[in-house]
């Protein structure tokens, strides 16, 4: 007995599995358009949401400034170890150091090239002890100069977030983070403790301050003092007071310390003073400078011109005398000494500004160069047409 064939039936085939070769690899195989598209809708909803200028794109024009704008320091070495241009506008600096170091003398010295320049500068002396007369030795305008003595550091700190949010202050002084004493602190009595206090008071302010300083474009300087960590066995037991936040929110931090005593005779006349560029986010951090103080006049400018002239160049000296190259008069003598060359250029200002110019022109930051094309990208000369090997060949 045969069995029975039966027929096979076709069964239809299974559906090959999609592999990747049909899909785009990665994103930059998609419609560009459709990208595009999408793109300027997401933009336009944040803009509706949030208004104008929410968003944007960095390369447009008077989005962002492409050159850093700055306000001198009154030392012109100092202003070569921030980038060129002095302390940035629109950011939060710190200055910092031990007692009598200079800290308050910088900072005159700042409000006195912003007062120059026409801006208006304020100073907060929660310290109390601003000294007018000294103030107008080193060219500040005291009848421009904005003044607050604030009793507890919340009426300081919201005084400076009212002249930053006003757009019309260009230079706003914090003397000093550790007199910022909160109000619950002046309320309380002797031997109150209140830990935390005064580092949650100064990261409240900042984190409210930041974005106002920048978009006011005014510089905010906080002078800090210098305390001692207990316990400390390794390392430097220095720290600023205040708390961490402020080390964070700086774009500049600069410890001034004072190494040394000027002498005219047997009475001292000065300070030799080194400024350490602790954090810098508009240059290279970590360079140092010194100059000198002197009581009456603050930062020695001639004497600074000196001593950067002789390490550029433009200053000669041979034994005790001191020339300067001049390019059309040729070698000009300057004195027997640096008191003496100091004193001579002081007596001939159009001399001493020529040689700043000089220097400042020398550490000039060179331009940027132009990064090089990647690999199998046109270049402009060659988009525009440029001829290139082979059709030189032909």
Avoid at 110 to 120: F, R
Avoid at 186 to 210: C, N, P, Y
């Amino acid at each position: 007995m045969k069995k029975s064939s039966r027929s096979k039936t076709s069964r239809p085939a299974a559906p090959k599995k999609r592999t990747g070769a049909g899909l785009p690899r990665d994103r930059s195989q998609q419609d560009g358009a459709q990208r595009d598209k999408a793109l300027t809708a997401a933009m336009d909803e944040i803009e509706r949401s949030y208004g104008k200028g929410s968003i944007m794109r960095l390369g447009e024009e008077n989005v962002l400034a492409t050159e850093m704008r700055g306000i001198s320091t009154g030392s012109i070495a100092l202003d070569g170890a921030l980038g060129g241009k002095g302390l940035p506008r629109g950011r939060v600096v710190e200055i910092y150091g031990p007692e009598s170091s200079g800290k308050t003398t910088l900072t005159l010295h700042v409000v006195g090239s912003a007062q120059k320049a026409g801006g208006i500068c304020a100073f907060v002396d929660a310290e109390h002890a601003l000294d007018p007369s000294y103030a107008r030795k080193l060219g500040v305008n005291l009848d421009d100069l904005l003044v607050s003595q604030p009793d507890t550091g919340e009426q300081a700190l919201e005084i400076v977030e009212t002249l930053v949010r006003s757009n019309a202050v260009d230079v706003v002084v914090i003397d000093s983070v550790a007199a910022l004493v909160p109000r619950a602190e002046i309320e309380g009595e002797m031997g109150d403790s209140f830990v935390g206090l005064h580092a949650r008071l100064m990261s409240q302010a900042l984190r409210k301050l930041t974005s106002a300083i920048a978009k006011s474009d005014c510089l905010v300087i906080f002078i800090n003092q210098i305390r001692e960590k207990i316990g400390v066995m390794f390392g430097s037991p220095e720290t600023t007071t205040g708390g961490r936040a402020l080390k964070f929110y700086s774009s500049v931090r600069l410890d001034i310390r004072r190494i040394g005593q000027l002498k005219d005779a047997d009475q001292v006349v000065g300070n030799r003073t080194k400024v350490t560029v602790v954090k810098n986010k508009m240059a290279p951090p970590f360079r140092k400078v010194e100059f000198d103080i002197l009581f009456n006049c603050g930062i020695s400018r001639e004497g600074e011109l000196l001593d950067m002239g002789l390490s550029e160049g433009s200053v000669l000296r041979s034994g005790t005398w001191y020339s300067l190259k001049h390019p059309t008069e040729g070698e000009i003598r300057l004195g027997q000494g640096q008191e003496r060359a100091r004193r001579f250029l002081i007596d001939n200002p159009e001399l001493a500004d020529e040689l700043e110019r000089t220097l400042r022109a020398a550490m000039a930051p060179a331009p940027a160069e132009e990064p090089a094309p990647a690999r199998g990208e046109k270049t402009s000369e060659s988009a525009a047409g440029a001829p290139t090997e082979t059709a030189n060949k032909a």
